[in-house]
């Protein structure tokens, strides 16, 4: 709640600096060249930029990132003439403040449902007024082109798709099998999890499933899954308190309220599953590393499943992680985020991403290259679950423009209060769309 707020005091401000004209002045020096050719680097004198990365402030991914960052600056960086400094922003607060205060701010690890507000008030420019048609045209092929459209906002992208995952069911192995589960046979729809969450707490006192309703992104996939939207196709309006979208939390509430339900926030509940002590948990494969290391430890088998399904209708995964925003200031360093852009997001960049911190690798055909990861996908086969649901994916909500982090605020406020309270989850999710909406005018 607390970072709810002060993102809430965040957008506030920006609306009214926005108001006072204040704004404009502060991200007026973004790059003021509409030429896309990019010019020559020095490698005798290089070009620094910045990259703004929540990654680095993450225990579990501050590793990889700085291997990657160091891979590039090795490769890459030293024979083009670039060198990237990496600034922490764990709270993706660090660069909006920075660009206020008129400080260059290159590169941004950027979460999808403010990009919006990013491209407005921010200075972030869509990659196709920055890079040559051509060279971005021959870079994006081979990506998962679901993945593509990811940071696509009025027909050009303003975020390429960098760290990113579909929310799949990880599964205790020993749990299951002490409440005669099969982990080889996971549950498939939502009432399959209470079933199973039930049998696991009857036969070993343990919580059988977690979800928690602060997580800030599986809801949408929720939502998706049953029929339900969350804003109309051209996000003017919010459609949540719809009948399939109740439908979504009337169950989810159920199983929470069932005893087999772990109770806690995001920083609680990964921690009781890599205790060994709850069976099933929805998260991002982000975690993977952690809980592979956790299982090991703990002497239990980690096993997965895609994410389940309201009765018959198919499920629909929405990604989590990141896209890469970007706002060069210079013709010098508009080359020099290409070249690093181009490296995080080619073949050696993502299968750092993948095997050191856990992401997808968006060009999906790595996983079948013995180059690169065909030999750690056959080692981790909870990825092939991950790349399957990549064929179907919706893109996770952006919240439009100046009103993102109020709207986006009120929906997760309203998720957390119909599903962990006695609130009655009609009147919370109708009074939240109402609000929204009131917002969005």
Same mark, same amino acid.
């Given at each position: 709640?607390?970072?709810?707020?002060?993102?809430?005091?965040?957008?506030?401000?920006?609306?009214?600096?926005?108001?006072?004209?204040?704004?404009?002045?502060?991200?007026?020096?973004?790059?003021?060249?509409?030429?896309?050719?990019?010019?020559?680097?020095?490698?005798?004198?290089?070009?620094?930029?910045?990259?703004?990365?929540?990654?680095?402030?993450?225990?579990?991914?501050?590793?990889?990132?700085?291997?990657?960052?160091?891979?590039?600056?090795?490769?890459?960086?030293?024979?083009?003439?670039?060198?990237?400094?990496?600034?922490?922003?764990?709270?993706?607060?660090?660069?909006?403040?920075?660009?206020?205060?008129?400080?260059?701010?290159?590169?941004?690890?950027?979460?999808?449902?403010?990009?919006?507000?990013?491209?407005?008030?921010?200075?972030?420019?869509?990659?196709?007024?920055?890079?040559?048609?051509?060279?971005?045209?021959?870079?994006?092929?081979?990506?998962?082109?679901?993945?593509?459209?990811?940071?696509?906002?009025?027909?050009?992208?303003?975020?390429?798709?960098?760290?990113?995952?579909?929310?799949?069911?990880?599964?205790?192995?020993?749990?299951?099998?002490?409440?005669?589960?099969?982990?080889?046979?996971?549950?498939?729809?939502?009432?399959?999890?209470?079933?199973?969450?039930?049998?696991?707490?009857?036969?070993?006192?343990?919580?059988?499933?977690?979800?928690?309703?602060?997580?800030?992104?599986?809801?949408?996939?929720?939502?998706?899954?049953?029929? +339900?939207?969350?804003? #109309?196709? /051209?996000?003017? &309006?919010?459609?949540? $308190?719809?009948?399939? =979208? %109740?439908?979504?939390?009337? @169950?989810?509430?159920?199983?929470?309220?069932?005893?087999?339900? +772990?109770?806690?926030? #995001?920083? /609680?509940?990964? &921690?009781?599953?890599? $205790?060994?002590?709850? =069976? %099933?948990?929805?998260?991002? @494969?982000?975690?993977?590393?952690?809980?592979?290391?956790?299982?090991?430890?703990?002497?239990?088998?980690?096993?997965?499943?895609?994410?389940?399904?309201?009765?018959?209708?198919?499920?629909?995964?929405?990604?989590?992680?990141?896209?890469?925003?970007?706002?060069?200031?210079?013709?010098e360093k508009k080359a020099a985020t290409w070249e690093f852009i181009?490296?995080?997001?080619?073949?050696?960049?993502?299968?750092?991403?993948?095997?050191?911190?856990?992401?997808?690798?968006?060009?999906?055909?790595?996983?079948?290259?013995?180059?690169?990861?065909?030999?750690?996908?056959?080692?981790?086969?909870?990825?092939?679950?991950?790349?399957?649901?990549?064929?179907?994916?919706?893109?996770?909500?952006?919240?439009?423009?100046?009103?993102a982090t109020e709207t986006s605020a009120i929906f997760s406020d309203?998720?957390?209060?119909?599903?962990?309270?006695?609130?009655?989850?009609?009147?919370?999710?109708?009074?939240?769309?109402?609000?929204?909406?009131?917002?969005?005018?």
């Amino acid at each position: 709640m607390k970072k709810i707020s002060i993102f809430l005091t965040f957008g506030l401000l920006l609306l009214f600096l926005a108001g006072c004209g204040i704004w404009g002045q502060q991200t007026s020096t973004a790059s003021e060249s509409t030429s896309t050719d990019l010019v020559e680097l020095d490698p005798d004198n290089p070009t620094p930029i910045n990259f703004y990365t929540y990654s680095l402030a993450i225990p579990s991914m501050k590793d990889g990132m700085e291997q990657l960052i160091q891979d590039f600056n090795d490769t890459v960086g030293k024979e083009k003439g670039v060198i990237v400094e990496a600034v922490a922003d764990p709270n993706f607060q660090q660069y909006q403040a920075d660009i206020t205060a008129g400080k260059e701010v290159d590169v941004v690890q950027h979460v999808f449902g403010t990009l919006d507000a990013s491209r407005m008030n921010l200075g972030f420019e869509a990659y196709e007024d920055v890079f040559p048609e051509e060279e971005l045209n021959a870079h994006l092929e081979g990506i998962s082109e679901n993945a593509l459209q990811l940071g696509v906002i009025d027909e050009k992208m303003y975020g390429l798709a960098f760290t990113f995952s579909t929310p799949i069911v990880f599964i205790n192995g020993g749990l299951f099998e002490e409440a005669g589960l099969d982990p080889n046979d996971p549950p498939e729809t939502w009432a399959d999890i209470k079933d199973y969450a039930l049998q696991i707490k009857e036969a070993t006192g343990k919580d059988g499933f977690g979800l928690e309703p602060d997580n800030g992104w599986v809801t949408d996939s929720v939502f998706f899954s049953n029929g +339900a939207d969350i804003l #109309t196709e /051209d996000r003017s &309006e919010a459609v949540f $308190a719809s009948e399939e =979208g %109740m439908e979504a939390m009337e @169950t989810w509430k159920d199983i929470y309220n069932s005893g087999a339900h +772990a109770i806690g926030s #995001t920083s /609680d509940v990964p &921690e009781q599953f890599m $205790a060994g002590n709850l =069976g %099933m948990y929805i998260t991002s @494969t982000a975690m993977h590393s952690g809980f592979k290391a956790a299982s090991e430890a703990g002497g239990w088998d980690l096993y997965g499943a895609a994410l389940p399904q309201f009765g018959d209708k198919p499920s629909i995964p929405v990604n989590s992680g990141s896209v890469l925003a970007v706002r060069p200031e210079s013709p010098e360093k508009k080359a020099a985020t290409w070249e690093f852009i181009k490296y995080v997001t080619g073949p050696e960049g993502y299968t750092t991403i993948t095997e050191q911190i856990g992401y997808l690798p968006l060009r999906t055909g790595l996983a079948e290259d013995p180059d690169y990861l065909k030999d750690f996908v056959a080692e981790n086969p909870l990825y092939k679950i991950n790349l399957k649901q990549l064929e179907h994916i919706r893109p996770a909500t952006i919240w439009p423009g100046d009103s993102a982090t109020e709207t986006s605020a009120i929906f997760s406020d309203t998720i957390v209060e119909s599903i962990s309270t006695d609130a009655d989850v009609a009147e919370s999710l109708k009074n939240a769309e109402k609000a929204i909406n009131n917002a969005l005018e």
